[in-house]
Nanobody, 116 residues
Framework: QVQFVESGGGLVQPGGSLRLSCTFSGSGFSVYPLGWYRQAPGKEREFVASISSTGVTNYKPSVRNRFSVSRDNAKNMGYLQMNNLKPEDTAVYYC??????????WGQGTQGTISS
């Protein structure tokens, strides 16, 4: 079954860090852009960051310089390093293809909670 599985969330204090992982099961991981998305309570899912098949990155302005997206095509893995976290970063984080026309069914996501 072709799917994404997210992990690595948790509870951290403001200013802390989390490193999220994204595991892809299936073929063709390396040829598609990879995206990270999040959904906060009561809000719609939104784009956070993406990385193309060649390593070109793109970020939501509010996370640029704090978050870093990467991928390991040999392992079918993606990562989102989140530093200097803020309470407004609290959300369920998801990974999927970086092109909405290529999205696969969404996984369960991983919860990131930033609170003192």
């Amino acid at each position: 079954q072709v799917q994404f599985v997210e992990s690595g969330g948790g509870l951290v204090q403001p200013g802390g860090s989390l490193r999220l992982s994204c595991t892809f099961s299936g073929s063709g991981f390396s040829v598609y852009p990879l995206g990270w998305y999040r959904q906060a309570p009561g809000k719609e899912r939104e784009f956070v960051a993406s990385i193309s098949s060649t390593g070109v990155t793109n970020y939501k302005p509010s996370v640029r310089n704090r978050f870093s997206v990467s991928r390991d095509n040999a392992k079918n893995m993606g990562y989102l390093q989140m530093n200097n976290l803020k309470p407004e970063d609290t959300a369920v984080y998801y990974c999927n293809r970086g092109n909405r026309n290529l999205w696969l069914p969404w996984g369960q996501g991983t919860q990131g909670t930033i609170s003192s």
